[in-house]
């Protein structure tokens, strides 16, 4: 039977989300009273360092989560929010727990917001941020290893595949990256976005169109900032998708994946039944299923 989970339906208000008001300050504080509600204390880390990559037109903030001394893998993680709201501190959980079951050293770029910065903004920054994170840590004398990974959820999805995309001819490319619930269509064209933006399932299709309008309001090519729709080639990094059956982009995730698999990349996917989109961050009401995303996480970087 297709349910949402009983402990994650009851925080959600169907009639709340359909006639909340949505604006950059009401939308950035629902996410950070959202996280204050739901999270749990996460790992300690050896050390926590803020620093600045070059970016040319804007220089990107990044903190780097590094979980224990010695040189490790670096996995830049590019939080959610639609490109419009979320921040480095909000997202400061997720980043000690990815730390903590990779074994790796997490940077989290702090890229510019819509609407104050539209498109393409964010996937400026992102891709500074990628290029950059180890020649940083080289000149802050932070050992690190040779592996780049990369990582999203939401809108940071779609970030990190949009760099793996523009770095698969790089020679440091990306090795593996994490998909969490990724926005890969901007076009919003496969089923699972109409089955699934409604009130119940706390994303309502008047929100999509609210990020939509923050991000792209000056970019009519919807298409082509979608990684669904991007160059794929057998240089795209391992990839681990992770998808919900009551998130608007389930379709596009699996989609997404079939085109990798064709072009010869690894990849795996795993799908929670009863999970709407964000649940990751439900640390209280989804403790076992966010508990299994972690360990398949550890498992996917540490192999």
């Not at 990094?237 to 389930?250: D, G, S, V, Y």
């Amino acid at each position: 039977m297709r349910t949402i989970k009983e402990a994650l339906a009851a925080r959600i208000d169907p009639a709340g989300e359909e006639a909340f008001v949505r604006t950059p300050i009401s939308v950035r504080e629902a996410a950070e009273r959202l996280v204050r509600r739901e999270g749990r204390p996460a790992p300690a880390m050896a050390r926590i360092v803020d620093a600045v990559v070059p970016g040319g037109e804007y220089d990107v903030p990044v903190r780097f989560f590094i979980p224990r001394e010695g040189p490790l893998p670096v996995l830049v993680y590019y939080h959610g929010g639609g490109f419009a709201a979320g921040s480095v501190p909000l997202y400061g959980r997720i980043c000690r727990r990815l730390a903590h079951a990779a074994d790796c050293i997490v940077a989290a770029p702090e890229y510019r917001l819509a609407p104050e910065n539209p498109c393409p903004a964010a996937e400026t920054d992102a891709l500074a941020a990628a290029r950059g994170v180890r020649g940083l840590l080289d000149a802050m004398d932070i050992p690190h290893g040779p592996a780049l990974y990369l990582g999203g959820d939401s809108a940071g999805g779609a970030l990190s595949a949009l760099v793996s995309e523009a770095m698969q001819d790089d020679g440091g490319a990306p090795e593996k990256q994490i998909l969490i619930y990724p926005w890969l269509d901007m076009t919003a064209s496969l089923p699972s976005v109409e089955e699934n933006c409604r009130g119940e399932t706390g994303f309502p299709r008047a929100e999509l169109q609210w990020y939509l309008r923050q991000y792209f309001r000056a970019c009519g090519d919807l298409r082509g900032h979608s990684p669904l729709f991007g160059r794929v080639t057998a240089r795209l990094p391992e990839t681990l998708l992770i998808t919900a059956e009551f998130c608007p982009f389930r379709d596009e995730g699996a989609a997404y994946l079939s085109r990798l698999r064709a072009a010869g990349v690894r990849t795996e996917r795993l799908h929670f039944k009863h999970m709407t989109h964000t649940f990751l961050k439900y640390e209280t009401a989804c403790a076992d299923e966010v508990r299994q995303v972690y360990a398949r996480a550890a498992d996917f970087f540490r192999r």
